[in-house]
């Protein structure tokens, strides 16, 4: 078995410890940070989705299996995120009330930093409220929304409604994004717009505020 197979492995097996080590000694052979990423952790991340679905595994398994994606992911950050530079804009992100999913929401942050962005992250279960204050506060040209359950990604219309009626609405752009979320959904809530994934987030930032792909 090759290496970023074994790390697909480990983390679904819950081995954080392992799946540390690995990647380590993956970034340590020059394997790049993006394949780390899509062939190992992601893909390792798929197999526990598709368990958890079919009752082959529960969730103190798969909280398990999150800890060594976040241990990973922390070992990775460095090489995905461009030290130094001056940014691009202020990006607020946030995963909506209700929901306790933060990997992805956290590697969209990850990404958007490495593209030149200032991230603001508020975490996760973020009640409209908080997003309206933060707004205030920080003035960010756009705030991102995560969801990974179709009961929670109803909070997302929730959270733009009330950023309308904060009267705060034209001052941001809203993208929204998670695995239910949809850019027929993403228009049927009123957001400005939707990515499926970090890599494609970036991208759809920088559509939204006019940066060049280059840039
Ligand atoms: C890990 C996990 C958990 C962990 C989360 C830990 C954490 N810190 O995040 C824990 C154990 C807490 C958990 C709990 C639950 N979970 Co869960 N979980 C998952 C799992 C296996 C992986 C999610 C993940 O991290 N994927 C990896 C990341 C990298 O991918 P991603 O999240 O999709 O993010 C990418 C894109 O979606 C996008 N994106 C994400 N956010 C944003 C935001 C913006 C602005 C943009 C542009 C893009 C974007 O870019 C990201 C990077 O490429 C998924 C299965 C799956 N296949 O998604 C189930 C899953 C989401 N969970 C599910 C369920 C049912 C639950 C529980 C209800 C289980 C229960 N019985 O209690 C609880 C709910 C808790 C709550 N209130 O939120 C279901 C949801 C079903 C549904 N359609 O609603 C899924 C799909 C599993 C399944 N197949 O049944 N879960």
Redesign the pocket.
């Known amino acids: 078995m090759n290496e970023l197979d074994e790390l697909a492995q480990c983390l679904g097996q819950g081995q954080t410890k392992r799946v540390a080590d690995l990647t380590q000694q993956l970034l340590d052979k020059g394997v790049g940070p993006q394949r780390i ?1 899509n062939e190992g ?2 893909a390792g ?2 197999v ?7 009752g082959e ?1 529960y ?2 398994e ?2 398990q ?3 060594g ?2 241990a990973s992911l922390r070992l990775l950050k460095p090489y995905l995120v461009k030290e130094g530079a001056q940014p691009l804009g202020k990006i607020l ?1 946030g ?1 909506v009330k ?11 942050g990850i ?1 958007l930093q490495g593209a030149g962005f200032e991230i603001v992250d508020l975490g ?2 973020v009640p409209p409220q908080k997003f309206i204050e933060a707004i205030t506060d920080h003035t960010p040209a756009i705030v ?10 109803l909070n997302m219309k929730t959270t733009i409604d009330a950023i309308g009626a904060a009267g705060l609405r034209s001052q941001v752009k809203v ?7 949809s850019q027929k959904f993403a228009e049927e809530i009123g957001a400005d ?9 970036v991208d ?2 920088k559509q939204l505020l006019g940066v060049s792909a280059q840039g």
């Open positions: 990423l952790l992601i991340m798929a526990v989705g598709e368990k958890m679905r079919s595994m969730l103190p798969v909280l299996a999150a800890s994606m976040q992100l995963t209700g929901d306790m999913h933060d990997i992805g929401k956290n590697l969209v990404m996760l279960n991102g929304l995560s969801a990974m359950l179709t009961t929670t990604m993208i929204v994004g998670g695995a239910p979320v717009g939707y990515a499926r994934d970090a890599v494609l987030a759809k930032v």
